[in-house]
């Protein structure tokens, strides 16, 4: 299973470095995402397990636009059955608010993946919706970003989801470096 995990992350991280490398040297091309583990034991029942990985690409179209990429890898070891999420999420981010250090922005894109229970068929998954965030530029090339919520759509074989979450389970952190 680790060796699975490591030959997927070196094919997501190869994907966005020749991403970076493709686009000009001047340009404002960023690279982060975020990283995430959970780890609960309830008093009754089973511990449960979740590792996700989202690493992101993008470019600045201007001051207040921006296009990115997302590649998300979760997997999760849980009472209710083991399983892996992949999925490809393009987006655009729109910057609407600056004041100092601080920019706050919307994400809106969709994704499209794969949900694999353990032991079962990959159900083909998809989404389409809003994340806000906020960005603490720490200097010229380094940020902070957070996002917390989601406004959507999900569907995937047998579940239809429309979404609006503003909890501590849609709040993400992230480290973002700007060439």
């Not at 397990?49 to 921006?66: C, H, K, M, R």
């Not at 919307?106 to 994704?111: A, I, K, L, Q, Y």
Request: a negative charge.
């Amino acid at each position: 299973m680790v060796k699975i995990v490591i030959t997927i992350m070196k094919k997501m991280l190869l994907v966005a470095a020749m991403a970076v490398a493709s686009l000009t040297a001047n340009a404002q091309v960023w690279i982060g995402g975020g990283l995430g583990f959970n780890y609960e034991e309830p008093k009754v029942g089973d511990a449960s397990t979740t590792f996700n990985i989202a690493p992101q690409v993008g470019y600045n179209l201007d001051e207040n636009l921006s296009l990115g990429i997302e590649l998300g890898l979760k997997l999760a070891n849980k009472a209710a059955g083991d399983y892996t999420d992949m999925t490809v999420a393009p987006f655009a981010r729109y910057t609407y608010f600056k004041s100092g250090i601080a920019s706050f922005f919307v994400d809106g894109g969709f994704g499209i993946g794969s949900h694999k229970p353990s032991g079962e068929d990959a159900e083909t998954v998809w989404h389409v919706g809003l994340r806000p965030g906020v960005a603490i530029n720490l200097s010229d090339n380094v940020s902070i970003i957070s996002q917390l919520g989601y406004l959507g759509y999900q569907h995937r074989d047998g579940l239809n989801r429309f979404a609006l979450n503003a909890n501590e389970n849609a709040l993400t952190f992230g480290v973002y470096y700007t060439f």
